[in-house]
Each structure stands twice: as C-alpha cells, then as structure tokens.
C-alpha cells in the first residue's frame, strides 16, 4: 500500500510517502502562504527520489483543519483533483491530529485570529474534543484537558512540545477516516464553543 500525506491547513508543508506503513520519503517545513508555490514541485521530487509515479498511489491522507482560509484549499484540491483522476482512495485527519500525533494526551492550540485559537484534546491520536476558544479561557481548556501541548504555547505565554509531522503522519494511517464522495470534500470549519466562551 503506497500512502501520500498533504498538510498545507497552516504554516508548514508537510508531504510524506509511506509504504506499507513505512516512511519511504517526505519534508516537513515551514512555508507559511508558500505552499501554493512549492507543493508540486516538491511532491514531484519526492516522487522521483521514492522511484514512484503519482498512479502508483493507492491512498492520499489530507489535513481538512482547522488551518487558514487559503492553505486548507492548496492540499485538498490537490488531493481531490488525484483522487478524482486515478484509483487512489482518500481520507483525511485533522491538522490538530497531525500536530499531537499519537501521544496518550494531548492538547494543540492554533491561532484563529482575534483572541482567540483552535483548541483540541487528542488522546492515543483520537479527537476527544475540539473548538475555538477565547485565549482567556485557554487556561481553564488546558485545566479541564490534562495532557502535553502541542502547537502555538507562545499564545499563551506557554512552552510547547515540538510536532515531528512526518512520525506523526506515520502514527495516524490506520485512523485516518475514509473520505466516500471526493468531490463534496471540504474543510471541516470549527465552530465558538459554548463550553469556553463565559
């Protein structure tokens, strides 16, 4: 099974080619509104190093957020367009998953512009809960939510453990959820939670 991973949901690229399971190839950098510029080029030299065709693919596994308006849509339309034009099946997994990976308990905080981010409680790779959350309330998100942290801890004054996307691309294959029409796929948009906003 030839798997390939797209991120582009935030301020990184992260694509990756596994082979039953294995890390074959892949980049994990920093290319905040970038990605559009580098995606294909870098995923065609990825290929060539792997010795693949992009009809060697079986499945893609695409971030589909939280992340920014523009960066989301660069991944999953490329995602779509291969899925759509070869035999690759696609499933998707949140960008806070790739940021925890499958550490026991975890929570990520993204910044969603004006005081506020995206927050998650992830255990074992899993969702246990996400939403948007006021950065005066994070405190209380991470007090309700034991766990190590994950993602922008600067935010809020706190130290974060670093992401390694392309181990915790590997860690959440066998989870990720199968995507059954490509063409109604679109990001998952994340909504004020009413838990956290009083």
């Known amino acids: ?11 990184n690229l992260v694509i990756a080619l ?4 294995n890390l074959v190839t892949g980049l994990s950098e920093e290319a905040f509104k970038k990605q559009s510029e580098m995606l294909l080029a870098k995923l065609q030299e990825l290929l060539k190093e792997a010795g693949w065709k992009l ?13 920014s308006y523009t960066g989301l849509r660069i991944a999953m339309t490329t995602a779509k ?12 997994i949140s960008t806070l998953q790739l940021y925890a990976g499958d550490a026991p308990k975890a929570n990520v905080i993204l910044d ?3 005081g506020r981010v995206y927050a998650g409680h992830i255990e074992n790779g899993k969702e246990i809960w996400k939403g948007i959350v006021p950065l005066e309330n994070v405190e209380r998100f991470l007090e309700d939510n034991p766990g190590d942290l994950y993602g922008e801890g600067e935010l809020i004054g706190k130290d974060n453990l670093p992401s390694d996307f392309l181990k915790n691309a590997g860690a959440l294959l066998e989870i990720a959820s199968e995507v059954d029409n490509v063409d109604a796929l679109v990001p998952c948009y994340m909504k004020e939670s009413a838990r956290y906003m009083a």
Not at 18 to 21: A, L, M, N, R, V
Not at 55 to 67: K, L
Not at 84 to 92: D, E, G, P, W
């Open 1 to 11: 099974m030839k798997t390939l991973v797209l991120d582009t949901a935030w301020k």
């Open 18 to 21: 596994f082979e039953d399971g």
């Open 55 to 67: 009809g060697d693919v079986d499945e893609i596994i695409v971030t589909d957020g939280p992340g």
């Open 81 to 92: 367009i291969l899925g759509t034009q070869s035999h690759a099946k696609v499933r998707t």
């Open 112 to 114: 969603a512009r004006g």
